[in-house]
């Protein structure tokens, strides 16, 4: 495939700067990053990394709806989201995630542009059904947020659009990793625990509520984002990759696995408060999550992720304890 331009919508975000950054490492720069910077600091994610052109996000919709937006880029990778788990206001959730989606996606498909997009592992709900990435069970999946009902939403859509056919959903898993400062209370329990460590010595976890689980025994597919954005630009170079993939490490750690990590990488003894879970989140709490990784292994992603104290060292000792970014870390390694 002849190489051209490649925009990522949500650049300066979590996920999409580790996407330029490993753009980079391969070459790329011919990149437009999309996003809404705002006033805060998120623009410190793009410190370092290298791309042609940046967009506002309604700038890009507009020109995309109009037809004018230059000539086709090669790809589009359309990470751009409102990612709030806690978002309530579902109106906005709708046209921000949904109907912006729609758009992109419609604008691909005519124009013959690859689109790899980011749907979500909150789409599979409890996880009562499992969390296999099969596009015949979208259906039956049940979401426990907004937030993941406006990913599902889109996913259903472009299944019965056949649209799944020729582009590619990404269901990312529990990413944590560099730049996701700007994040607020959606930051990773890495980076929020780091805070608690340093400043009171101790890191607090959710009671379980479910005699099955002890407390801080509930499960996540714990993801290194320097991984997801391996995986996600593996699908760059492999256009007869099509449908819905999970993207995740196939393992699952408990939460008290993940605190030993952070204490040992701090170098403090473990100290854990168990404190009752909100009253707003007991209807949303996912227990368990895994992903199913046998499709994306059969598209022909081989590597392995990193295991998770390894990530989790790496995270700490180069990035957290100077709150650098991907982009400001030199001779960077991995």
Avoid at 24 to 29: H, I, K, M, V
Avoid at 38 to 54: E, V
Avoid at 218 to 236: G, I, N, P, S
Avoid at 296 to 304: D, F, I, K, N
Wanted: charged content about 25%; overall charge neutral; some cysteine.
């Amino acid at each position: 495939m002849k190489k051209g331009m490649i925009v990522v919508t949500g650049g300066a975000g979590f996920i999409g700067s580790a996407l330029i950054r490993e753009l980079n490492r391969s070459g790329r720069e011919e990149i437009v990053v999309v996003d809404s910077l705002g006033s805060g600091d998120k623009w410190r994610n793009l410190n370092g990394l290298r791309f042609a052109d940046y967009l506002d996000k309604e700038d890009f919709l507009q020109q995309v709806r109009a037809g004018n937006f230059g000539p086709p880029p090669e790809a589009i990778f359309h990470l751009g989201a409102c990612s709030s788990t806690t978002e309530l206001d579902v109106g906005y959730l709708m046209r921000n995630n949904f109907e912006y989606s729609k758009s992109l996606a419609r604008y691909c498909l005519n124009s013959s542009v690859r689109l790899i997009y980011a749907s979500s592992a909150a789409t599979y709900g409890d996880g009562g059904i499992g969390f296999k990435d099969s596009e015949d069970d979208l259906p039956r999946l049940r979401p426990l947020n907004p937030y993941g009902f406006s990913k599902q939403l889109f996913d259903l859509w472009a299944w019965r659009a056949g649209a799944l056919g020729k582009i590619v959903g990404l269901k990312y898993f529990n990413v944590f990793g560099p730049n996701e400062y700007h994040k607020g209370e959606m930051r990773s329990m890495v980076c929020k625990g780091y805070e608690q460590i340093r400043s009171a010595g101790r890191l607090k976890l959710f009671k379980s509520e479910r005699p099955e689980f002890g407390d801080g025994e509930q499960e996540r597919d714990f993801l290194y984002v320097k991984d997801a954005a391996r995986m996600t630009l593996f699908f760059l170079s492999r256009p007869e990759a099509r449908g819905i993939f999970n993207i995740g490490s196939g393992e699952v750690h408990t939460w008290n696995q993940l605190a030993g990590a952070l204490f040992r990488a701090a170098g403090l003894p473990p100290a854990i408060e168990y404190i009752p879970l909100p009253d707003r989140l007991r209807d949303r709490y996912q227990y368990h999550t895994r992903a199913e990784i046998a499709k994306l292994r059969s598209a022909g992603y081989s590597a392995p992720p990193t295991p998770l104290a390894e990530a989790v060292e790496d995270y700490v000792r180069n990035y957290l304890d100077g709150r650098r970014h991907l982009g400001e870390v030199a001779n960077e390694e991995g």
